[in-house]
């Protein structure tokens, strides 16, 4: 259940109430694909560093080791010994992106694993089952994910199938979540949005979604080669037609300038591989914008990441220290970087939600981007 708080302009501060706990919104959910974030971080580093919800992806873990096993072994809550939420996402997502791979038909997608080749077929029951046997606290319609610069007809034909899919993937849940063996009966679907850069199919496809109630909806098929530009026009479009009364997901997006831009324009929840993987290769955020570590300047520099930062990183090393591991390629190092960027992600999510109650946000979003400009 969705508890709108406060709006400021457009900008959503809500409570989303699942099983698994409350999730204060807008959210960045840290990208977890495999069971664990990129960067030997723990789920105990997770709980030090304000992560309120763990993603993980159906398709990953369906090819290694078995959504079966993960079932067998309790679901993903007790694998990887995370009490909090998790969303998985439905797997459509990597099944796209192998393209040279796949084959899609009406029941569903053919393609070869990108492990060991082995033929796998998944389809909107086959999404839902996996995600269940997972037991997550949130599961993804399975949906087709066209290329956001692929022609009109494609997109038209492209996201009628994702619709129909959906109507799938409801009846499948309902199914699932009423079966006596079922880890997780409230497991909850949320449905995506398609439509590449057409205002015109975005808008149609969310009043048609909308209309089949589900617990939330995401924005999909977006930063994936669309302009900045283009991605905020078509969010600033679609958002007015999903309920306000549920979670808006932009899925795969983004920088913290992007984060800001969209929770202006009604979204709050998010995910994205950036802090992890900008983290793994000496990227690190600041409230003065991205840092190379690995730049010689840093050699001698005995300053943290960024002074008065409260992660893990900032309250004990040096940024000479961090370059250092990460030149000697030490794990450490990466490790340590990634817990600064996900803490720095969670914190400026805190720093929203505060500034969306006090009734400032656009004053927030001006100044934190202006201080991403101003360089370290």
Same mark, same amino acid.
């Given at each position: 259940?969705y508890?709108?708080i406060?709006k400021?302009?457009?900008?959503?501060?809500?409570?989303?109430?699942?099983v698994?706990?409350? *999730?204060?919104?807008?959210?960045?959910?840290n990208?977890?694909?495999a069971a664990?974030?990129k960067?030997?971080?723990?789920?105990?580093?997770l709980?030090?560093?304000k992560?309120?919800?763990?993603? /993980?992806?159906?398709y990953?873990l369906?090819?290694?080791?078995?959504?079966?096993i993960?079932?067998?072994l309790?679901?993903?809550?007790k694998?990887?010994?995370w009490d909090?939420p998790?969303l998985?996402d439905s797997g459509?997502?990597?099944?796209f992106s192998?393209?040279?791979?796949r084959? #899609?038909?009406e029941?569903?997608v053919?393609?070869? /694993?990108?492990?060991?080749?082995?033929k *796998?077929f998944?389809? &909107?029951?086959?999404?839902?089952?996996i995600?269940?046997n997972?037991a997550s606290?949130?599961?993804?319609?399975?949906d087709e994910?066209p290329p956001?610069?692929a022609?009109?007809r494609?997109?038209i034909?492209s996201?009628e199938?994702?619709?129909r899919?959906?109507?799938?993937?409801?009846?499948?849940?309902a199914?699932?979540?009423?079966l006596?063996d079922?880890?997780n009966?409230?497991?909850?679907?949320?449905?995506i949005?398609?439509?590449?850069?057409?205002?015109? *199919?975005?808008?149609e496809h969310?009043k048609?979604i909308?209309d089949?109630?589900l617990?939330?909806?995401a924005?999909?098929?977006?930063a994936?080669g669309?302009?900045?530009?283009?991605?905020?026009?078509? #969010?600033?479009?679609t958002?007015?037609h999903?309920?306000?009364d549920?979670?808006?997901?932009l899925?795969?997006?983004?920088? &913290?300038?992007n #984060?800001?831009?969209?929770?202006?324009r009604?979204v709050?929840?998010f995910?994205c591989?950036y802090?992890?993987?900008?983290g793994?290769?000496?990227h690190?955020?600041?409230n003065?914008?991205?840092?190379n570590?690995?730049?010689?300047?840093?050699?001698?520099d005995?300053e &943290?990441?960024e002074?008065g930062?409260g992660c893990?990183?900032c309250?004990?090393y /040096?940024?000479a220290?961090i370059r250092?591991l990460?030149?000697?390629?030490?794990m450490?190092?990466m490790r340590?970087?990634?817990l600064?960027?996900?803490?720095?992600?969670?914190t400026?999510?805190?720093e929203i939600?505060e500034? #969306?109650?006090?009734g400032?946000?656009?004053e927030y979003?001006?100044?934190?981007?202006e201080?991403?400009? /101003?360089?370290n």
């Amino acid at each position: 259940m969705y508890k709108l708080i406060k709006k400021d302009g457009a900008a959503k501060r809500g409570e989303f109430h699942t099983v698994h706990g409350v *999730i204060q919104t807008p959210v960045f959910m840290n990208v977890g694909t495999a069971a664990a974030i990129k960067g030997a971080v723990s789920t105990e580093d997770l709980q030090q560093i304000k992560t309120q919800v763990e993603l /993980s992806n159906t398709y990953h873990l369906h090819v290694r080791p078995g959504d079966k096993i993960v079932k067998q072994l309790g679901g993903l809550h007790k694998f990887m010994v995370w009490d909090k939420p998790i969303l998985t996402d439905s797997g459509g997502f990597q099944v796209f992106s192998l393209a040279g791979l796949r084959k #899609i038909k009406e029941e569903g997608v053919y393609f070869n /694993s990108h492990v060991d080749g082995r033929k *796998i077929f998944m389809g &909107p029951e086959e999404s839902m089952q996996i995600q269940s046997n997972l037991a997550s606290t949130i599961a993804m319609a399975f949906d087709e994910c066209p290329p956001a610069l692929a022609d009109r007809r494609y997109i038209i034909n492209s996201v009628e199938r994702t619709t129909r899919w959906l109507e799938r993937c409801k009846t499948e849940m309902a199914r699932l979540n009423s079966l006596e063996d079922t880890i997780n009966k409230q497991q909850m679907l949320f449905g995506i949005n398609q439509g590449g850069i057409n205002e015109d *199919i975005r808008i149609e496809h969310a009043k048609r979604i909308t209309d089949m109630d589900l617990d939330g909806y995401a924005i999909g098929g977006l930063a994936v080669g669309e302009s900045h530009e283009d991605m905020y026009r078509i #969010i600033e479009a679609t958002v007015p037609h999903l309920p306000v009364d549920k979670p808006t997901y932009l899925m795969g997006v983004g920088t &913290p300038a992007n #984060i800001l831009e969209a929770v202006d324009r009604g979204v709050d929840f998010f995910d994205c591989v950036y802090p992890s993987r900008n983290g793994r290769h000496g990227h690190v955020y600041t409230n003065k914008g991205k840092i190379n570590l690995f730049n010689a300047k840093y050699e001698t520099d005995s300053e &943290p990441i960024e002074a008065g930062c409260g992660c893990p990183a900032c309250q004990k090393y /040096s940024r000479a220290y961090i370059r250092h591991l990460l030149k000697a390629k030490e794990m450490l190092g990466m490790r340590l970087c990634v817990l600064h960027n996900l803490y720095f992600y969670n914190t400026m999510m805190e720093e929203i939600r505060e500034a #969306i109650e006090q009734g400032r946000y656009k004053e927030y979003k001006n100044a934190k981007l202006e201080g991403f400009k /101003s360089g370290n």
